[in-house]
């Protein structure tokens, strides 16, 4: 399975949840017509997009009222995003991670906080990741 980035909810209506990001992108807003839905207050019908095409990942705020914001600066047209970065549409915050793939025994790997190299837990083989862009 390729590396696919995912959005990691940790506050607001979706918190807790996981959101793996397609080729293509999500839509994300108050609308039931986005691929994300965001219930909070503060969020605009169509409030801001994902966009992922041939292994980049850009944030496009979609002309909302409150904005979308990145590691805590407000988004101004559109900006490239790296793993680790937090989104933040009103009240929900997301952090951009990679999902955790399946080796060819069905075991997830999970990434090493700060190391840079992924692995299996147990310490088992470890080799360098990059963001495709």
Same mark, same amino acid.
């Given at each position: 399975?390729?590396?696919?980035?995912? &959005?990691?909810?940790? #506050?607001?209506?979706?918190?807790?949840?996981? @959101?793996?990001?397609?080729?293509?992108?999500? *839509? @994300?807003?108050?609308?039931?017509?986005?691929?994300?839905? &965001?219930?909070?207050?503060?969020? #605009?019908? $169509?409030?801001?997009? &994902?966009?992922?095409?041939?292994? #980049?990942? !850009?944030? %496009?705020?979609?002309?909302?009222?409150?904005?979308? $914001?990145?590691?805590?600066?407000?988004?101004?047209?559109? %900006?490239?995003? =790296?793993?680790?970065?937090? @989104? =933040? @549409?009103?009240?929900?915050? $997301?952090?951009? %991670? !990679?999902?955790?793939?399946?080796? *060819?025994?069905?075991?997830?790997?999970?990434?090493?906080?700060?190391?840079?190299?992924?692995?299996?837990?147990?310490?088992?083989? =470890? =080799?360098?990741? !990059? !963001?495709? $862009?």
């Amino acid at each position: 399975m390729a590396d696919v980035p995912m &959005l990691a909810c940790t #506050s607001g209506s979706l918190a807790g949840t996981r @959101i793996e990001v397609p080729e293509g992108g999500l *839509d @994300i807003g108050r609308s039931d017509e986005n691929d994300v839905v &965001l219930t909070d207050e503060g969020v #605009s019908r $169509f409030h801001a997009r &994902l966009l992922y095409d041939n292994g #980049s990942l !850009w944030l %496009q705020d979609a002309g909302s009222r409150n904005g979308v $914001f990145v590691n805590g600066v407000r988004v101004v047209g559109h %900006q490239a995003l =790296k793993v680790g970065d937090e @989104i =933040k @549409i009103a009240d929900c915050a $997301f952090m951009l %991670q !990679w999902a955790e793939p399946e080796d *060819d025994t069905g075991v997830n790997r999970r990434l090493r906080r700060g190391t840079g190299l992924e692995g299996d837990s147990e310490g088992g083989e =470890k =080799k360098r990741w !990059w !963001w495709p $862009f």
